[in-house]
């Protein structure tokens, strides 16, 4: 089986803290932290499994700068055999359907049977797996956090709300978007890394894919600023040294109820 | 004149809590726009929920096929795609089956997509302001959507207040016979209920819970011993079960447990709305973090910003001594 998992650099959320910068219509990025998409790790993973039962070869392929590319290794480091990157000045600020263009362009290349993404990145809007399914006009599911592969069709699990399960047959090919927890992905080192730091991952840019009307002059969703939402008071804060703040906590836990 | 259509999802004959907000959030995108209910499906279910809407909606568009009994999104898209017109604004929830439908139906729909709105600020010209947040709600961000063509948009329940509904008197419109071919390559099999753990969180007052903040497998220790001095239960957010380190009938949140404690202590948690989902009955929340500016802090009643490693060990034996 032939799979495809279209991966995305992003600011990691659990080591920083995010300021903006001073004209406030982005981050500050300087010192950001960057890592592979929480998400995309369980795709790859899983797409390494499958490959491990059924035979066949994992691509990771991501729309990104030359930065990007660490996060390319990293999934190759994983196990994927291949990575691919799309990058040209011409993609910068293309919306959802900008990056799903893209990447289909880069689809219709090859010959996949399926493709995955993460169900969600750090924009946290779950859009170019379904928006890519709908190009390509193959069936979809998001959310997914359960696959059995069979001969042309496939069974998946999808997470729906209270944590139930709902299971759907697919015809192959098709597009899934993966949800955390399907799987435990494995741990890779600095070692591992080195060991696929002189694999060749080719570049592709605009020309090369044919596409055109991507970036921001296609983009008809756009973002306009960052800001911090003052969402009223807020928690009230309790300061002091450890214990003044435990002595409060405990006075407050014991009106509530809590204690 | 601005047409927006909202996708009424429901469950058992009863539609979810969104039906009230869609038309809230209707008037911030435009308040002279027509608003227009559509429930698909089949059957009772479908009747009942379609008579509902007749108190909130004006109008209402009923779709009543077979193939439409359970909301399999790719079966939905085919006919939403043919009834829905393609210069509107179509909204729908930010939930799975709205994540499931939408992106797909804005190319269908040759529309502009946007997800998880939080709030809509007004249309100028054919640019339609819309609020969303980024990075598990670290930053929200203003988005302009160009809506010449139409758009997709998926709204985050309970972002918009809900109106009262019962007197609208709204009419139907059948438009079964518009829906088309609805064959599709996914098939829907059946749910699989979520599994019964050994302990059932939503019957406790009181929740240490904990996120992805413990950081490791051993420190839950320290957690569970703060929820014994405090006759608590120990909960967790999701990264803790996809961890494999506590089991699923632990989470707390939209695809976890919905849970009404008097007392909700927020352990090394962010606050993503994905987990507050799963929070209600207003209880008192701590939050404890050691960054300053975690959503949470939004939310909580109380908080404080330390390390949770060192903070619950002290908090354990303060209480333990009281
Ligand atoms: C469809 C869907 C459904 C989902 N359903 C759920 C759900 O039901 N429940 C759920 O919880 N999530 C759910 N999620 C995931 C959700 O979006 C967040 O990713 C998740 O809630 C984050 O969990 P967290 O707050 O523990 O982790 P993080 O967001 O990583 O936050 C960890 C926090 O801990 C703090 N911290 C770190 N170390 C320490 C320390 N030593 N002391 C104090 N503070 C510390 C950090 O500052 C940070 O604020 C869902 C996502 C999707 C896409």
Same mark, same amino acid.
């Given at each position: 089986?032939?799979?495809?998992?279209?991966?995305?650099?992003?600011?990691?959320?659990?080591?920083?803290?995010?300021?903006?910068?001073?004209?406030?219509?982005?981050?500050?990025?300087?010192?950001?932290?960057?890592?592979?998409?929480?998400?995309?790790?369980?795709?790859?993973?899983?797409?390494?499994?499958?490959?491990?039962?059924?035979?066949?070869?994992?691509?990771?392929?991501?729309?990104?700068?030359?930065?990007?590319?660490?996060? =390319?290794?990293? #999934?190759?480091?994983? $196990?994927?055999?291949?990575? *691919?990157?799309?990058?040209?000045? /011409?993609? +910068? @600020?293309?919306?959802?359907?900008?990056?799903?263009?893209? =990447?289909?362009? #880069?689809?219709?290349? $090859?010959?996949?049977?399926? *493709?995955?993404?993460?169900?969600? /990145?750090? +924009? @946290?809007?779950?859009?170019?797996?379904?928006?890519?399914?709908?190009?390509?006009?193959?069936?979809?599911?998001?959310?997914?956090?359960?696959?059995?592969?069979?001969?042309?069709?496939?069974?998946?699990?999808?997470?729906?709300?209270?944590?139930?399960?709902?299971?759907?047959?697919?015809?192959?090919?098709?597009?899934?978007?993966?949800?955390?927890?399907?799987?435990?992905?494995?741990?890779?080192?600095?070692?591992?890394?080195?060991?696929?730091?002189?694999?060749?991952?080719?570049?592709?840019?605009?020309?090369?894919?044919?596409?055109?009307?991507?970036?921001?002059?296609?983009?008809?969703?756009?973002?306009?600023?960052?800001?911090?939402?003052?969402?009223?008071?807020?928690?009230?804060?309790?300061?002091?040294?450890?214990?003044?703040?435990?002595?409060?906590?405990?006075?407050?836990?014991?009106?509530?109820?809590?204690? | 004149?601005?047409?927006?259509?909202?996708?009424?999802?429901?469950?058992?004959?009863?539609?979810?809590?969104?039906?009230?907000?869609?038309?809230?959030?209707?008037?911030?995108?435009?308040?002279?726009?027509?608003?227009?209910?559509?429930?698909?499906?089949?059957?009772?279910?479908?009747?009942?929920?379609?008579?509902?809407?007749?108190?909130?909606?004006?109008?209402?568009?009923?779709?009543?096929?077979?193939?439409?009994?359970?909301?399999?999104?790719?079966?939905?898209?085919?006919?939403?795609?043919?009834?829905?017109?393609?210069?509107?604004?179509?909204?729908?929830?930010?939930?799975?089956?709205?994540?499931?439908?939408?992106?797909?139906?804005?190319?269908?729909?040759?529309?502009?997509?946007?997800?998880?709105?939080?709030?809509?600020?007004?249309?100028?010209?054919?640019?339609?302001?819309?609020?969303?947040?980024?990075?598990?709600?670290?930053?929200?961000?203003?988005?302009?959507?160009?809506?010449?063509?139409?758009?997709?948009?998926?709204?985050?329940?309970?972002?918009?207040?809900?109106?009262?509904?019962?007197?609208?008197?709204?009419?139907?419109?059948?438009?079964?016979?518009?829906?088309?071919?609805?064959?599709?390559?996914?098939?829907?099999?059946?749910?699989?209920?979520?599994?019964?753990?050994?302990?059932?969180?939503?019957?406790?007052?009181?929740?240490?819970?904990?996120?992805?903040?413990?950081?490791?497998?051993?420190?839950?220790?320290?957690?569970?011993?703060?929820?014994?001095?405090?006759?608590?239960?120990?909960?967790?957010?999701?990264?803790?079960?996809?961890?494999?380190?506590?089991?699923?009938?632990?989470?707390?949140?939209?695809?976890?447990?919905?849970?009404?404690?008097?007392?909700?202590?927020?352990?090394?948690?962010?606050?993503?709305?994905?987990?507050?989902?799963?929070?209600?009955?207003?209880?008192?929340?701590?939050?404890?973090?050691?960054?300053?500016?975690?959503?949470?802090?939004?939310?909580?009643?109380?908080?404080?910003?330390?390390?949770?490693?060192?903070?619950?060990?002290?908090?354990?034996?303060?209480?333990?001594?009281?």
């Amino acid at each position: 089986m032939e799979i495809l998992v279209c991966v995305k650099r992003v600011p990691d959320t659990a080591e920083n803290e995010f300021e903006l910068n001073g004209a406030g219509n982005d981050l500050d990025r300087d010192d950001l932290v960057y890592s592979v998409n929480e998400w995309d790790n369980y795709a790859v993973e899983e797409a390494i499994q499958i490959v491990d039962k059924v035979g066949g070869n994992v691509t990771v392929v991501t729309v990104g700068d030359d930065e990007s590319e660490e996060v =390319l290794r990293r #999934e190759m480091a994983m $196990g994927a055999n291949n990575g *691919i990157l799309l990058s040209d000045d /011409a993609f +910068e @600020g293309s919306d959802g359907k900008g990056i799903a263009a893209i =990447l289909k362009a #880069e689809i219709e290349k $090859g010959s996949y049977d399926l *493709i995955m993404t993460g169900a969600q /990145a750090d +924009e @946290g809007a779950g859009q170019v797996g379904g928006m890519l399914a709908a190009m390509l006009d193959m069936p979809y599911a998001s959310l997914v956090n359960k696959i059995e592969v069979g001969d042309s069709k496939i069974t998946v699990g999808r997470e729906i709300e209270g944590g139930n399960q709902e299971m759907n047959e697919m015809q192959l090919p098709c597009v899934l978007s993966i949800q955390t927890g399907i799987n435990e992905p494995r741990y890779v080192g600095i070692r591992g890394i080195r060991k696929v730091a002189k694999l060749d991952i080719p570049v592709k840019s605009a020309s090369d894919l044919g596409v055109e009307g991507v970036g921001d002059a296609g983009a008809k969703t756009k973002r306009v600023d960052y800001f911090v939402p003052d969402l009223g008071d807020g928690a009230e804060m309790l300061e002091g040294s450890t214990d003044e703040i435990i002595e409060k906590l405990i006075e407050k836990l014991k009106a509530k109820g809590g204690l | 004149m601005t047409q927006i259509f909202a996708y009424i999802p429901y469950k058992n004959g009863a539609a979810e809590d969104i039906a009230l907000e869609f038309p809230s959030a209707a008037k911030k995108i435009d308040e002279s726009a027509s608003l227009t209910a559509v429930v698909t499906g089949s059957g009772a279910d479908l009747d009942k929920v379609v008579e509902d809407m007749t108190g909130i909606y004006s109008e209402v568009i009923k779709v009543d096929n077979a193939d439409l009994a359970y909301p399999n999104a790719d079966v939905v898209r085919k006919a939403l795609a043919n009834i829905i017109p393609l210069d509107a604004i179509f909204l729908t929830a930010h939930d799975t089956f709205g994540m499931d439908l939408a992106p797909g139906l804005s190319v269908k729909m040759d529309s502009s997509y946007a997800a998880d709105v939080v709030d809509f600020e007004g249309i100028d010209g054919t640019t339609l302001k819309a609020v969303r947040q980024e990075l598990g709600g670290a930053v929200s961000t203003h988005m302009t959507i160009d809506i010449a063509s139409g758009a997709v948009m998926t709204v985050r329940p309970g972002s918009f207040a809900p109106v009262e509904g019962g007197s609208a008197g709204g009419s139907v419109t059948d438009k079964s016979g518009d829906a088309g071919d609805l064959s599709a390559k996914r098939k829907f099999l059946e749910i699989v209920e979520a599994e019964v753990g050994d302990v059932d969180i939503t019957k406790s007052d009181v929740l240490v819970s904990i996120g992805r903040g413990i950081e490791d497998e051993d420190n839950i220790e320290v957690a569970q011993e703060l929820a014994e001095a405090m006759k608590a239960v120990v909960s967790c957010s999701r990264p803790i079960v996809d961890a494999k380190w506590l089991e699923k009938s632990r989470q707390v949140g939209t695809s976890g447990q919905t849970v009404k404690p008097k007392v909700y202590m927020a352990m090394g948690i962010s606050g993503s709305f994905q987990h507050l989902g799963g929070v209600k009955g207003n209880p008192f929340i701590v939050a404890v973090n050691k960054n300053p500016k975690a959503p949470i802090f939004q939310v909580a009643d109380v908080g404080v910003v330390e390390d949770i490693l060192d903070f619950m060990p002290e908090l354990t034996e303060a209480i333990n001594d009281l």
